[in-house]
């Protein structure tokens, strides 16, 4: 099945590359112009088909392809006039050039209604899990509520839902939205820019199919001894649903942490199980940690509809220094619930302090303390695990790390990767700290020599944790849902929709691309565009033909771009001589060629390295 999908996958990629050269060779004939190569893949001839005159090949290097025309290069008078490509009209020219786009954008609009008649599968635009502090979280959004429109145009798929968020960048967008109670309601949210990923993300997850998940038991492992068996439906972990709300704390037990046998209940066909499951000790131990954490105190998300906090003037991105004139070290806003009748936060806004006060009863602290989420800030503040070497060590909430074996630590990753290289053996550290808890005035952990600060050194012996394996795992479906065109007019309407849509998302992730709203590592290359291929394939004949019309598109867009060696390039040439009357000179055509050739072999090796990351 694999070898089947693999190979299904190679041979989409090469039908568009064969589309796209098609198109130039279909445009030379028509234009009267010699074909000399049509070639699927670059590099020396492995072998071939003459045939009119032109050379068709398969060659070495099986990335893209080419079609070779007589007069191609200015320079080349091999030919006579009348059917090389330089003596040709400027109209037969730009016909030429324009060629391949033409046949993948043709092949594209024919795919697109074919594959909604016959019905696609998308992953539905349901929200699953919603992160804490993120922009839904923000806006009020909840498990199993359905996102309709995203600025007043129709979703029909979370990836859909993603794209049109992830466009829209740091602007506020609305959303509509329909309950699980059937009511629909218009959502203010602004996506938050996630810089690992380089997008622009509501912070959602998709929703997980209705049916309990079925099970991936391990050959030899413990489960498949208590008598679990693949293929089992799993119902529950010690009388735990896992399904809905409860998946997550079900599967609390199995986080390879907890030593203690499970009770498992599985249907297997008409039968239900109760089988406990003792787990084994994994030959692997944890790696070696000494136990501590960032201590959160930079607002990553406010909740809207509360009047005090807005009153506060509590924003995204404050650092949260003290609360009540007392430094916060703790790392939950859960101490802002008791307190003197006026409320004080100190925090650090764009690089001073600012007070914010407002006269705060009891259930508006408590308020406060659930409608904001907090996230680790830049300096190195740490907080110590329960039970973890650091806290033994004598390490405390609030220290802030000044070297680890004598190497200064300026950011989180520079501690990381200290603590990483001294492996299993014992590492000092030198930490400043604040000697009293009731301080009556502001506290700055960014000023290194307060009166009220002292510097120690703590030793701290990393350890290895026992890692616990219960050999089997939940197999989790996502919510589908089938996009079915109702008649062919439907079909040809939703091709249309679903072409100008890709088409504006291309256009709009370049721009993004260029004012840094979108990383360029969501780029990809061959290895990603196979990885994406093989995973359509697996998805069923609707699917990959759906994607291979993305593709095509994709393919479409890119080679009309003002680049030379692309199409784009070559009609942008077309376009200057039809401007000033006369062609640009050898030399600039020659030049302009290198720099084309130069930058895209960059950009290929820049997204295969974005590839490979992904793959490690």
Same mark, same amino acid.
């Given at each position: ?11 989409g ?7 796209h ?7 030379a ?20 088909? !003459?045939?009119?005159?032109?050379? *068709?090949r ?7 392809g080419?079609?070779m025309? @007589? ?7 091999r ?11 400027l ?45 839904? #979280? ?8 359905r ?33 699980? =109670? ?5 959502v203010?949210a ?8 380089g ?31 693949t ?15 409860? *998946? ?29 499951? @003792?787990?084994?000790v ?35 991105n ?5 609360? =009540? ?30 007070v ?15 409608h ?19 806290l ?19 950011? #989180? ?24 808890t009731?301080?009556?005035? *502001? ?73 840094? =709203? ?18 359509? @394939?697996?998805?069923? !004949?609707?699917?990959? #033909? ?14 009309l ?5 692309? =199409? ?42 974005n ?6």
């Open positions: 099945m694999e070898l089947g999908s693999i190979f299904l996958a190679a041979l990629i090469g039908l568009l590359i064969f589309i050269e098609l198109g130039h060779f279909l445009a004939r028509a234009a009267g112009v010699r074909v000399e190569v049509f070639s699927l893949g670059f590099g020396p001839r492995l072998c071939g088909v !003459p045939w009119k005159g032109t050379d *068709f398969l060659s070495l290097v099986p990335f893209g080419y079609v025309v @007589a007069g191609q290069d200015p320079s080349d008078q030919y006579p006039s009348q059917v090389s490509l330089h003596s040709k009209t109209g037969q020219r730009a016909l030429f050039w324009s060629g391949g786009v033409l046949m993948n954008t043709l092949f594209a609009l024919i795919v697109f209604p074919l594959v909604f008649h016959a019905g696609v599968s998308f992953l539905a635009p349901v929200v699953g899990t919603v992160e804490f502090g993120g922009a839904a #979280w923000e806006a009020g959004l909840a498990r199993g509520e996102v309709l429109a995203v600025a007043g145009k129709s979703m029909y798929s979370f990836e859909n839902l993603a794209v049109e968020v992830a466009l829209h960048g740091n602007r506020p967008v609305q959303l509509l939205v329909r309950g699980v =109670d059937g009511g629909e309601r218009l203010t602004t996506a938050h820019f996630d810089a690992e990923r997008l622009y993300e509501l912070g959602i997850r998709p929703s997980m199919a209705p049916q309990a998940p079925t099970l991936l038991v391990v050959e030899g492992g413990a489960a498949q001894r208590a008598g679990l068996q293929g089992d439906t799993l119902l529950s972990i010690n009388g735990v649903a896992v399904l809905g709300e409860t *998946f997550g704390p079900a599967l609390k037990p199995l986080d390879g942490t907890a030593s203690e046998p499970v009770v498992v209940l599985v249907r297997r066909g008409t039968q239900e199980l109760a089988i406990t499951v @003792a787990p084994t994994h030959p692997e131990p944890s790696p070696p940690r000494i136990g501590v954490a960032a201590l959160p105190r930079r607002v990553l998300g406010i909740r809207l509809g509360d009047g005090f906090t807005n009153r506060l003037g509590l924003q995204r404050d650092i949260v220094l003290a609360i =009540d004139d007392r430094p916060f070290l703790s790392g939950d806003l859960a101490v802002v619930r008791d307190g003197p009748e006026r409320l004080r936060l100190h925090v650090l806004r764009d690089g001073r302090e600012v914010l006060e407002q006269t705060a009863s009891k259930a508006e602290r408590a308020v406060l303390a659930e904001v989420a907090l996230t680790r800030a830049d300096t190195v503040l740490l907080q110590p695990t329960p039970g973890s070497a650091a033994d060590a004598g390490l405390r909430s609030g220290d802030r790390a000044e070297t680890v074996d004598g190497t200064a630590v300026r950011e #989180w990753s520079d501690m990381r990767r200290a603590i990483e290289r001294a492996g299993d053996r014992p590492i000092s550290m030198t930490v400043r700290r604040v000697r009293s009731a301080l009556s005035t *502001f506290y700055d952990p960014a000023q290194k020599d307060l009166p009220m600060e002292e510097v120690v050194t703590v030793t701290i012996t990393p350890r290895r944790n026992t890692v616990y394996d219960f050999g089997f795992s939940p197999q989790v479906a996502e919510l589908r849902e089938e996009t079915k065109a109702t008649s062919l007019f439907d079909a040809l309407r939703l091709g249309t929709v679903c072409s100008l849509d890709l088409v504006k998302q291309l256009y709009v992730t370049l721009k993004r691309l260029v004012t840094g =709203d979108v990383g360029a590592k969501n780029l990809g290359g061959i290895i990603r565009i196979s990885q994406v291929s093989y995973d359509a @394939a697996q998805r069923g !004949p609707s699917w990959f #033909w759906y994607f291979l019309a993305l593709l095509s598109l994709n393919l479409a867009f890119v080679n771009l003002p680049i030379p060696v692309l =199409d784009g390039g070559y009609l942008m040439f077309v376009l200057i001589e039809r401007v000033k009357g006369s062609p640009v000179s050898t030399k600039v055509y020659g030049y302009s060629q290198v720099v084309g050739l130069v930058f895209v072999l960059l950009l290929v090796l820049f997204v295969t390295y590839d490979i990351l992904r793959l490690l």
